[in-house]
């Protein structure tokens, strides 16, 4: 039987709203929401973070941290990292690494879940999360990745730009003629596949993008793709906060 556990990067210098972490979501820090979701999902949860204020807050409320580097260039990387601290703390081996956005307080746990069933077949390295998408207006927006996927089920590319392009038909009916999937930024690892990921250089398509997942196609790696209705709710801005708090 493989062994999950959800690990939850935390920052304290976020750009666009610096503590976020720390930030009250319906009378909790918002790391304690997301820890407390996600706990419903795994029995092994930890937060990772390189800052002892949010280390502080999670010991406050019962839950389990690991301190990692501040010069992670990504998510994915303080993930490698504090898989190896914990591995080492617990003295266990963990088959699936599951990366759970710290700024979606409202992670469900059948999403985490959905994300389990495709461990059971073996080819694949990586999971993700898909939504279908049904309107112009998100399909066109930059901000919002589409995904491509063969008849698997396995990702053939990730891109901010409408993808694929719908030959001789006015944009706002694209959302009409094809079903555009977005990404949702929930991903599991095989340990083995989150290791070997973490030693690959940046990739032209991943620097074009902007996009990390687009370097693990470019080296052979399967990101399978699982289509749900769970819509994610990101918190990035104080603005995003106060529409939160309002839910």
């Given at each position: 039987?493989?062994?999950f556990?959800g690990?939850i990067p ?5 750009t666009?709203?610096p503590?976020k972490?720390?930030?009250i979501?319906?009378g909790?820090?918002?790391v304690?929401r997301?820890?407390?979701q996600a706990s419903i999902a ?5 937060v ?7 280390s502080?807050?999670?010991?406050g409320?019962?839950?389990k941290v690991?301190?990692?580097?501040p010069?992670?260039?990504?998510g994915t990387d303080?993930?490698?990292?504090a898989l190896q601290?914990i591995e080492?703390?617990e ?5 699936v690494?599951?990366n759970?956005q ?5 992670i469900?746990?059948?999403?985490l879940n ?5 461990f059971?077949d073996p080819?694949?390295d990586?999971?993700?999360l898909?939504?279908?998408?049904l ?11 589409k995904?491509v ?5 396995k990702?053939l590319?990730?891109s901010?730009?409408?993808i ?9 009916q694209?959302?009409e ?7 949702l930024?929930?991903?599991a690892y ?8 973490t030693?690959l250089?940046?990739s032209p398509?991943?620097?074009a993008?902007s996009?990390?997942q687009?370097?693990w ?5 399967t990101?399978?793709v699982e289509?749900?209705?769970?819509e994610?709710i ?5 603005e995003?906060?106060?529409r939160a708090n309002?839910i």
């Amino acid at each position: 039987m493989l062994k999950f556990i959800g690990i939850i990067p935390a920052r304290y210098a976020s750009t666009r709203f610096p503590g976020k972490p720390l930030a009250i979501v319906k009378g909790l820090p918002m790391v304690q929401r997301v820890y407390q979701q996600a706990s419903i999902a795994f029995e092994h949860v930890y937060v990772a973070t390189d800052d002892e204020r949010i280390s502080s807050a999670v010991n406050g409320f019962g839950g389990k941290v690991i301190m990692t580097s501040p010069n992670h260039p990504s998510g994915t990387d303080r993930i490698c990292e504090a898989l190896q601290k914990i591995e080492q703390l617990e003295k266990t081996n963990f088959d699936v690494v599951f990366n759970i956005q710290g700024d979606e307080p409202f992670i469900q746990a059948e999403a985490l879940n959905q994300l389990r069933a495709c461990f059971n077949d073996p080819s694949t390295d990586i999971a993700t999360l898909g939504k279908l998408m049904l309107n112009a207006e998100d399909i066109l927006n930059p901000n919002h990745v589409k995904l491509v996927r063969d008849f698997r089920g396995k990702a053939l590319y990730f891109s901010r730009s409408p993808i694929p392009y719908i030959r001789n038909y006015p944009q706002n009916q694209w959302h009409e003629k094809y079903s555009f999937i977005k990404h949702l930024g929930i991903y599991a690892y095989r340990a083995e596949a989150l290791r070997k990921i973490t030693q690959l250089e940046p990739s032209p398509l991943e620097l074009a993008e902007s996009l990390e997942q687009n370097r693990w196609l470019e080296n052979g790696f399967t990101i399978m793709v699982e289509t749900t209705d769970y819509e994610s709710i990101s918190i990035d801005t104080p603005e995003d906060l106060e529409r939160a708090n309002r839910i």
